[in-house]
Nanobody, 127 residues
Framework: QVHLVESGGGLVQAGGSLRLSCAAS????????MAWFRQAPGKERELVAAISWFGTSTTYADSVKGRFTGSKDNAKNTAYLQMNSLKPEDTAVYYC????????????????????WGQGTQVTVSS
């Protein structure tokens, strides 16, 4: 059974940084693309960052480009989202997701592309 467990969320002031982690088990991590989505109250779940099997390809939401960096460590079965220069509009529940299918920068933006999901971690950015 696949488990994805996010950690690292919390409350931070605007301009601050957080690093989210997603520990994976029950799957061959190196054969899975990983992604971070977020969902704010009253809004749809949106892609924040996606990372291909070996980290050679990444896709970001326009709103986080230059501020957030997604990565994965296949030796540790863990994906990361480094978030810098945080803004109040980054406040949301952040979810990690995994999928085996070949990486496509267009398909990764759809939540339906992803097979497995974590339970989410809350990130709150105060102004």
């Amino acid at each position: 059974q696949v488990h994805l467990v996010e950690s690292g969320g919390g409350l931070v002031q605007a301009g601050g940084s957080l690093r989210l982690s997603c520990a994976a088990s029950g799957l061959t991590f190196s054969n899975n693309n990983m992604a971070w989505f977020r969902q704010a109250p009253g809004k749809e779940r949106e892609l924040v960052a996606a990372i291909s099997w070996f980290g050679t390809s990444t896709t970001y939401a326009d709103s986080v480009k230059g501020r957030f960096t997604g990565s994965k460590d296949n030796a540790k079965n863990t994906a990361y989202l480094q978030m810098n220069s945080l803004k109040p509009e980054d406040t949301a529940v952040y979810y990690c997701a995994a999928a085996r299918q070949p990486y496509s920068s267009s398909r990764v933006r759809a939540a339906s592309t992803w097979d497995h999901w974590g339970q989410g971690t809350q990130v709150t950015v105060s102004s």
